[in-house]
C-alpha cells in the first residue's frame, strides 16, 4: 500500500471549514484513499473514501486531485466534537487487506 | 444493528501471565481484524480471521494469537505478557469478499505491570 504523509496538527474555528491533507504520490491507479478519525481513546472511526472522483457524504467531503497524488478531507462546519485524530490510509477496496496506519493529524476545534 | 463490540473494556495484568481478549462483529460481517494502539501511535495490524482462518498476519510473534468461532466472533490470545504489550487492542469487522471498509469495536485498553 502506498505511503501518506500527514501534518502533524491542526487547529480550526468552531464553525468553520477545516481542511485536511494528505500526500500520497506514490499511489497506484487502483488503490483508493481512505479517511478514518479516532476520537481520544476510541476506536477509530471510518469517514469516506474514493478513487478518482470527489466524494461526499453526511459527515465529509473528499477531493482527489487529478493527478491523484494528494487529497483533501473538508469537515465543511467543525464542531467541537470534531476534535480527533485524523487517518489517511491508501489502499485497494475489496482486497479484504489491512489497514496501515500512519501518526494522522491531530485535529483540535477551538470554541 | 449492532455494531463491533468488545470485552472487556479495560484489564490489568502482570508481566508473564495470558490474556484472552474477544470481539463480536458487525451484524452481517464475516471477517475479524485485530490491532494494536500503543499510546501515541497509530494501530498496527495484528491478524485478520475468515472462515475460522488465519488468513493475514503483521508484524507481531507467536505469543500473539487468535481464534474465529463459527458465528463470526473472535477472541485474540496473548501470552507470556510483556510491559510492552501494553496498550489499546481493538478489533475491526468487515465482508471478506466485498469488503469496502472495516469497523472498529470501542477497544480493549490492556494494561501490563
Known amino acids: 500500500d502506498a505511503k501518506t504523509t500527514q501534518p502533524p496538527s491542526m487547529d480550526c474555528a468552531e464553525g468553520r471549514a477545516a481542511n485536511l491533507p494528505c500526500n500520497h504520490s506514490?499511489?497506484?491507479?487502483?488503490?483508493?484513499v481512505y479517511w478514518y478519525r479516532q476520537i481520544h481513546s476510541q476506536g477509530p472511526q471510518y469517514i469516506i473514501h474514493g478513487l478518482k472522483n470527489n466524494e461526499t457524504n453526511e459527515m465529509a467531503s473528499l477531493i482527489i486531485t487529478e493527478d491523484r497524488k494528494s487529497s483533501t478531507l473538508i469537515l465543511p462546519h467543525a464542531t467541537l466534537r470534531d476534535t480527533a485524530v485524523y487517518y489517511c490510509i491508501v489502499r485497494v477496496e475489496g482486497s479484504a487487506r489491512q489497514l496501515t496506519f500512519g501518526s494522522g493529524t491531530q485535529l483540535t476545534v477551538l470554541p | 444493528d449492532a455494531g463491533v463490540t468488545q470485552s472487556p473494556t479495560h484489564l490489568i495484568k502482570t508481566r508473564g501471565q495470558q490474556v484472552t481478549l474477544r470481539c463480536s462483529p458487525k451484524?452481517?460481517?464475516?471477517?475479524v481484524s485485530w490491532y494494536q494502539q500503543a499510546l501515541g501511535q497509530g494501530p498496527q495490524f495484528i491478524f485478520q480471521y475468515y472462515e475460522e482462518e488465519e488468513r493475514q498476519r503483521g508484524n507481531f510473534p507467536d505469543r500473539f494469537s487468535g481464534h474465529q468461532f463459527p458465528n463470526y466472533s473472535s477472541e485474540l490470545n496473548v501470552n507470556a505478557l510483556l510491559l510492552g504489550d501494553s496498550a489499546l487492542y481493538l478489533c475491526?469487522?468487515?465482508?471478506?469478499?466485498?469488503?469496502?471498509?472495516?469497523?472498529f469495536g470501542p477497544g480493549t485498553r490492556l494494561l501490563v505491570l
Open positions: 475491526a469487522s468487515s465482508l471478506y469478499e466485498r469488503e469496502k471498509t472495516q469497523y
Open positions: 451484524s452481517g460481517h464475516d471477517t
Open positions: 506514490t499511489i497506484s491507479g487502483n488503490e483508493y
